[in-house]
């Protein structure tokens, strides 16, 4: 039995808002499984129903192959979870509020080790008050792991921190999932989801839009380059060569960049137009999100 979580034609409506509407998928023993999507695409409600935090409307979810209540107390010890927003006690230290969520568990991690683990050791006397947003983050992240659980559910884990606060969180889930525990991750930032996942589904509406593994999902562009440029006449190139405009570039996706990059030279000579800060890159998984669904990942 690999799967640990499988979930079945689940369904949350909020009045005209199909928040999940109607999603299936399975999580493995071992993965990290990312959740990948724009917000208000479903992903919170879709993780808070399955960490038993909200009710669903229809559908089924079932851990271990036969557990269908995540709020039994056998899942309970088993899952960790890290919400969207935490809110702790401003005046404790660090080490006072994970010993306090340790008090909570037949079974806890040992909680010296715990700030080891999240490199907090030098801030374990201070105040959560005093602690910068990457800090607050790894300490959310602790308290998920404070009972040792064997599944993970981290919601936007590294959301508004800088590059540096977000590497420290991506060494943390790496270093979890050595250990074996299985993480289930939500994000907008499509780096983390390449950098992370060993499954990724991307999720639109309330609907998974596509899933695999993030080569699979994008080799099935079927597209080995993007060209992109900025010009003033974008439009121009939008009905010529069928670009698609993002971020105030134009990006062309291609099979025979010399081929393209010619024609697009050449048509800029001819009308005399300028192409500016040209690169070619491969495709990602933006582009994924953007070839199904006509929109980017931060619109
Ligand atoms: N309690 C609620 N009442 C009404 N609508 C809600 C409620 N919670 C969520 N929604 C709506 O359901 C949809 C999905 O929201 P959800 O928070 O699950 O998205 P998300 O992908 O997690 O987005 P974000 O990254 O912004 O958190 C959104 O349209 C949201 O406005």
Redesign the pocket.
């Known amino acids: 039995m690999n799967n640990v979580i499988e979930i079945k034609n689940l369904k949350k409506y909020?009045?005209n808002?199909r928040?999940?509407d109607g999603i299936s998928f399975e999580v493995r023993k071992g993965e990290v499984f990312a959740f990948l999507?724009?917000?208000?695409?479903?992903?919170?409600?879709?993780l808070e129903i399955i960490e038993g935090l909200r009710k669903k409307d229809d559908g089924e979810v079932i851990y271990f192959g036969r557990y269908n209540s995540p709020s039994d107390f056998y899942i309970k010890e088993r899952i960790g979870v890290q919400l969207?927003n935490s809110a702790f006690f401003d005046n404790l230290t660090v080490f006072e509020t994970l010993n306090m969520f340790a008090g909570l568990y037949k079974k806890s991690y040992n909680v010296k080790k715990l700030i080891d683990m999240i490199s907090l050791n030098e801030k374990r006397k201070a105040k959560v008050k005093e602690l910068s947003g990457g800090q607050k983050q790894r300490l959310a992240i602790a308290v998920a792991l404070v009972n040792d659980p064997e599944i993970i559910f981290l919601?936007?884990p590294t959301t508004g921190l800088d590059p540096q606060a977000r590497r420290m969180i991506w060494e943390i889930i790496i270093e979890l999932k050595k250990s074996g525990k299985t993480i289930v991750l939500?994000t907008?930032y499509m780096e983390e989801a390449e950098q992370l996942a060993d499954r990724v589904h991307i999720?639109d509406h309330?609907k998974i839009i596509a899933s695999g593994t993030v080569d699979d999902l994008i080799k099935s562009l079927k597209k080995e380059t993007v060209i992109v440029f900025k010009t003033e006449n974008q439009k121009l190139f939008e009905e010529k060569f069928k670009c698609i405009i993002i971020d105030n570039k134009v990006e062309l996706e291609t099979n025979n960049i010399e081929k393209d990059m010619l024609k697009l030279l050449e048509f800029s000579k001819i009308n005399n137009i300028n192409l500016e800060d040209i690169l070619i890159r491969k495709p990602n998984l933006e582009d994924v999100f953007l070839n199904i669904t006509g929109r980017s990942l931060r619109d």
Do not use: L, M, R, S
Request: glycine share 18%; charged share 20%.
């Open positions: 909020y009045d808002t928040a999940v999507g724009p917000n208000g695409a479903g992903k919170t409600t879709t969207q919601d936007e939500t907008h999720i309330g």
